[in-house]
């Protein structure tokens, strides 16, 4: 499985960003649970969001619910994450990950089974 995040860069605090992540790989399998983490300098990496393969079923940690929107077309292998109203604190390496079953718990605790290189969101104020 192959996981490639694009779309990071620098905006100021307010702006909008989004992020893509196209996954290949003859393992990788369309039914697959794709999602996002972030790590920012200093801090334990940190779980964003995910969708289902449908797009029927979305998960967002508190800090992003209301401004940031998980989305994947359906049976599609790119999933987009659009970043509104970015704050200083957004500041981070995003990932781009993906996993076969739903456990939200064991993704806050452990992550996901298959990740990508990050991409780099900085949030000036």
């Known amino acids: 499985v192959q996981l490639q995040a694009s779309g990071g860069g620098l905006v100021q605090a307010g702006d909008s960003l989004r992020l893509s992540c196209a996954a290949s790989?003859?393992?990788?399998?369309?039914?697959?649970?794709m999602g996002w983490f972030r790590q920012a300098p200093g801090k334990e990496r940190e779980f964003v969001a995910a969708i289902s393969w449908s797009g029927g079923s979305t998960y967002y940690v508190d800090p992003v619910k209301g401004r940031f929107t998980i989305s994947r077309p359906k049976w599609q292998t790119t999933v987009y994450l659009q970043m509104n109203s970015l704050k200083p604190e957004d500041t981070a390496v995003y990932y781009c990950?993906?996993?076969?079953?739903?456990?939200?718990?064991?993704?806050?605790?452990?992550?996901?089974?298959?990740w990508g290189k990050g991409t780099q969101v900085t949030v000036s104020s």
């Open positions: 790989g003859r393992t990788f399998d369309r039914r697959y649970i």
């Open positions: 990950a993906a996993d076969q079953r739903w456990n939200v718990s064991r993704w806050i605790d452990q992550g996901m089974n298959y």
